[in-house]
């Protein structure tokens, strides 16, 4: 198992034979790794990377816990081939905060009481974000509907809605006319950046 980190870019010819060159950019910064094919992108962040904010729960696609954020589209980490996302730019709930201030989604999970073991709670957030960026969500009923693939074994689902419709809200007054035709606002992404 390889990774390597640094900026200039990998030395294809020198890849051993069966591990796959490739490069990351991951909450802004850029990383040339060197992987075995058959590494998920949730390995990658949590075994290779120390990146252990992205939570493995299922490691099947059913529960939601690995949710990262891919060029701005929300995935479930652990059925991503890393090698498939070659340039692509992720973040996790790592590179949601800026300068000791948490995300706006952040801390209305912390406002709303949206968390108890918080094991679910950095894929809820991924989740959230890639929700409101897509532009979908125009009521709290919308907003319950599709963060419905985010399972939370303590419950808190009243709370998790309640905090995301209320940046959805925030969102939506902040840019009317955005919110009014059903665009993405971007807002999440251009924090996140
Ligand atoms: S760990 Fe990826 S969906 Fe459950
Ligand atoms: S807060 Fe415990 S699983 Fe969601």
């Not at 690995?66 to 692509?88: H, S, W, Y």
């Not at 801390?107 to 094991?119: K, R, T, W």
């Given at each position: ?88 730019e992720i973040t996790t709930v790592e590179g949601l905060a800026r ?22 709670t950095p894929g809820q957030i991924c989740s959230a974000l890639g ?58 992404r251009e924090h996140a950046r």
């Open positions: 198992m390889h990774t390597v980190t640094r900026t200039e870019p990998p030395d294809t010819a020198a890849a051993p034979a069966g591990i796959v060159p490739l490069e990351l950019t991951i909450n802004g910064a850029r990383h040339a790794l060197r992987l075995e094919p058959w590494t998920s992108l949730l390995d990658l962040l949590r075994e290779h990377l120390q990146l252990t904010g992205t939570k493995k729960g299922c490691d099947h696609g059913q529960c939601g816990a690995c949710t990262v954020l891919v060029n701005g589209t929300r995935i479930n980490a652990c059925l991503a081939l890393a090698v498939a996302l070659d340039g692509a300068d000791g201030e948490l995300h706006p989604m952040q801390q209305a999970f912390v406002d709303h009481d949206a968390l108890q073991c918080g094991y679910c929700l409101l960026d897509e532009g979908h969500a125009h009521c709290r009923d919308d907003v319950r509907e599709q963060m419905s693939g985010n399972l939370c074994r303590c419950g808190a689902y009243v709370n998790i809605a309640n905090a995301v419709d209320a940046v959805r809200r925030e969102q939506a007054c902040s840019q009317p006319d955005s919110a009014a035709n059903g665009q993405p606002t971007n807002a999440a």
